[in-house]
């Protein structure tokens, strides 16, 4: 079973044995046709909005495994949508438009794809507040984070727009007289797209704007935890001026859309973000016909703090790394290795910081923390506390158990919780929980710490508090890790550098950045000989 699966207890990948969405009695007052989004819930109106899928050009309903629904994590009465659930046909429809479309799409010059692409960004921005309430409602995290995470879309317009006017390659002289050599960029075809829950707006835009300013189209089969997310972003798309079969969304579960699209002929690359198990699958079956694939996977992110750490600073990035978004970040701090001479007193103010995040509904005010974004993610945080309390010698400092009541009756809640005594080996060290869990590792020095952070299999982010420059230096000389921070936590990626990781985390691919360009595109070498005659490179030489 994929993870989205298993954390939703099966509940909208795999269809089958679904409450009716009429038996709801709190719902959503909004209209079926239009883009207006509320919070009022009422047993008058509790009527869910339909969403649709968008493919060859066309809005449907209906999906040949039927339908799913949305429900808030913080709220499971809330009812976010209706979606359909598609299966291997919608996929071969959605890839035969993607592929008509890409005969056209790819000869419109790429200055022009890019004023599309930037006016992506201005309806973004113009929808913002909007998008941002949805998503906060659909997946959990509080408001401040889905403004920022449309804000990362916004700004990866405007990043990938500016590349409708480089796109850059290379000149080069060439070694016989009269010759010209050069290498330009190309598309590649028809990209399919799949994607995780936790960025449902960036993460998506990271892979779908380049792709598209590249020249390439689009199939994208959005995480089945936040298709309403996935069905804003493809109307700013075609508002912007998108031709219709170039982006295609094919809502549905891993299993059934997911495998069709690795699986299917026309589709050359796949780009991933999502489990390091699923990704390994993506990797295995897509490796059979030889395409692309970027994998953008898992994290065990770790902060060191030393003992000359600014301790006030390091305090605040060990509480947002750990438990901004509750944890559920490719980039969340899982790990905090501390310096043995500040530890007791550092973990303690980390303690006593921790007990007082606010935990509720992301939509209200003053809210630090939301929900697990389903039961099944909740249920595999509750197993990994389970893990670390019978694991040798760590202590349960904070947390650890569910919360059922009052303001978090009918939400997948769970403590911030925090472990201490913890050793590099244990389960609760190496694996990811993608949770509100912070595992707390004493060192002795610079040399273990290292040690420690690189001891996983994992190597996304990193980072390191300290006030030696030398100490930074060798850092970020020795961190097996695709990020690495000073004096920052592990999250706050910014779009304009590469984004990935070494180790399982991937397969070598970076998103965001020029880097990006890398997946979407093909390198051609060209030589134009002008001699006007046969001269041969490594044969003909003066
Ligand atoms: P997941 O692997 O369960 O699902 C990701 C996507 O893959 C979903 O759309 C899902 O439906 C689809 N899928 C599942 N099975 C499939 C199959 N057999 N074939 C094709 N597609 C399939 O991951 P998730 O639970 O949505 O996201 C959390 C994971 O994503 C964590 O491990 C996290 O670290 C990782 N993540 C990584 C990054 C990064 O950039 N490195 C960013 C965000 C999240």
Redesign the pocket.
């Not at 994929?2 to 954390?7: G, I, K, P």
């Not at 991933?272 to 990704?279: K, L, R």
């Not at 559920?328 to 980039?331: D, K, V």
């Given at each position: 079973m994929?993870?989205?699966?298993?954390?939703n207890g099966g509940r909208n990948?795999e269809i089958g044995g679904q409450d009716s969405i009429e038996s709801r009695i709190w719902g959503l007052i909004v209209g079926e046709n239009t883009n207006e989004v509320g919070l009022t819930m009422s047993a008058n109106a509790a009527k869910p909005r339909v969403f649709k899928n968008f493919i060859a050009g066309k809005w449907t309903a209906d999906g040949t495994k039927g339908h799913f629904d949305n429900i808030s994590p913080a709220d499971t009465r809330d009812v976010v949508g209706q979606f359909p659930s598609a299966g291997s046909e919608e996929v071969m429809e959605a890839v035969a438009a993607a592929k008509e479309e890409y005969a056209r799409w790819r000869l419109v010059p790429a200055p022009k794809r890019a004023e599309i692409i930037r006016r992506a960004g201005d309806i973004m921005s113009a929808r913002k507040e909007e998008i941002a309430q949805l998503m906060t409602r659909e997946m959990g995290k509080i408001v401040v984070e889905t403004r920022g995470d449309v804000q990362e879309g916004i700004d990866t317009a405007y990043y990938s727009a500016g590349e409708g006017r480089r796109l850059f390659g290379d000149t080069v002289p060439c070694e016989l007289p009269n010759k010209f050599g050069m290498s330009v960029r190309m598309p590649v075809g028809v990209c399919g797209m799949?994607?995780?829950?936790?960025?449902p707006m960036a993460?998506p835009t990271w892979k779908i704007f380049p792709a598209l300013v590249c020249g390439n189209t689009v199939v994208f089969?959005?995480?089945?935890?936040t298709p309403a997310t996935a069905v804003m972003f493809v109307e700013v798309l075609l508002e912007a001026g998108v031709p219709e079969k170039a982006i295609n969304l094919v809502c549905g579960?891993?299993?059934s859309?997911?495998?069709a699209?690795?699986e299917h002929p026309d589709v050359p690359v796949i780009s991933?973000?999502?489990?390091?198990?699923?990704?390994k699958?993506?990797a295995s079956?897509g490796g059979q016909q030889l395409k692309r694939i970027s994998l953008?996977?898992?994290?065990k992110n770790a902060m060191i703090v030393m003992d000359d750490a600014d301790l006030d600073l390091a305090l605040e990035g060990a509480v947002w790394g750990a438990f901004g978004t509750t944890g559920?970040?490719?980039?969340a701090t899982s790990r905090l290795i501390v310096h043995e001479k500040i530890a007791d007193k550092f973990t303690q103010r980390v303690i006593d910081r921790v007990k007082k995040l606010r935990v509720g509904n992301g939509l209200k005010d003053g809210i630090e923390m939301g929900p697990c974004v389903s039961q099944g993610?909740r249920e595999s945080v509750k197993q990994y506390v389970e893990i670390g309390k019978n694991e040798d010698k760590a202590t349960l400092a904070l947390g650890g158990n569910e919360l059922t009541s009052g303001d978090h009756a009918h939400g997948w809640f769970f403590e911030p919780t925090i472990f201490t005594d913890v050793k590099p080996n244990m389960r609760i060290a190496q694996e990811?929980i993608?949770g509100p869990v912070l595992s707390v590792i004493r060192i002795k020095d610079f040399d273990e710490a290292i040690n420690v952070l690189n001891g996983t299999i994992y190597g996304?982010s990193s980072s390191i508090y300290t006030r030696d420059v030398n100490a930074a230096f060798r850092a970020i000389r020795d961190i097996e890790a695709g990020i690495t921070y000073v004096n920052g936590p592990t999250i706050g990626a910014e779009v304009q550098l590469p984004?990935?990781?070494v180790k399982a985390?991937?397969n070598g691919h970076r998103?965001a950045s020029h880097t990006v360009l890398d997946t979407f595109t093909e390198w051609k070498s060209v030589y134009v000989d002008y001699s006007g005659k046969l001269q041969r490179a490594q044969i003909d030489i003066e």
């Open positions: 994929a993870q989205d699966e298993r954390r990948d799949i994607t995780p829950w936790n960025f993460i089969k959005p995480a089945t935890d579960g891993g299993s859309v997911g495998n699209l690795v991933f973000t999502g489990s390091s198990d699923v990704g699958r993506i079956v953008e996977l898992g994290g559920q970040r490719c980039t993610q990811e993608f996304l984004f990935g990781g985390t991937g998103e």
